[in-house]
């Protein structure tokens, strides 16, 4: 599973929702309706069930957001499947999954990650679990009618994350899922992609990707060249995209084990 990423143009600090689309197609596309603010930190975490636990894991795609409605602070949620082996494609994964959390503010973002029970159980199931805690840089468009609020800067070193997602209009699917192979085999080979991992909310149609780098300059590098440039050009020329919402963030802490890899410790 995977969106088209569009992080070579980004919106000024504390600007969300009303940039035109980086093909500097007016009619605005998926980035012209209003928009709820989400919140200002996120948490995205990443985990493969065990053998043992993957029923425990399909049943969190259907509950969705119901055992997550009395964590404090909580602002948006999605609970989101992957594809095969956390990559990008049309075959579902049957044991990774993601959650996109968004809070009011760093305190109930790090009290969730610190002490949840929500957590606590994903854990407690998980062969693998890593976790990202997030500050939006900028913000295009919007989920589900939701908006994130930038409050922070990007690093001048160290990690950066970008996640995006889009609801892909029906009769552009085909044409999506062409263009978007050879850009995801580039995310794949990009130097200086530490974490890269198809999500989505439905299959086909409603598409996430979220990646981690090295530095804004290996990101930039890869937003702004070759098969992915091609890719987000011919989306907006084509007006692929019903909704899409592009995030940049300052990474606040990373912890965790992902294909192997172990982040933060």
Sequence with gaps: MTTIEAH???APLARVGAD?????????????????????VAVMLLVEYTPMARAWGWARLVLQRRPLRHVAGLRFAKVLGSGHEGGFGLRPSGSRQGLFLVFDDETTARQFVDSSPVLARYRAHA???CVALLRATSSKGSWSGAAMVPTASLPTDGP????????????HLRSFWRLSRASEAALAASPGCELAVGLG???LLRQCTF???DSVASMDAYARSGAHLLAIRTAYAGDFFAEAMFVRFAVLDLQGIWKGRVYGG
């Design 8 to 10: 070579g143009t980004t």
């Design 20 to 40: 035109r689309p980086p093909s500097g197609d007016a009619r605005g596309g998926p980035f012209n309706a209003p928009l709820q603010l989400a919140g200002t």
């Design 127 to 129: 062969k693998e679990c």
């Design 160 to 171: 950066v994350a970008a996640l995006t997602r889009a609801s892909i209009r029906p009769r």
């Design 201 to 203: 909310e439905a299959p």
């Design 211 to 213: 990646s981690l780098w």
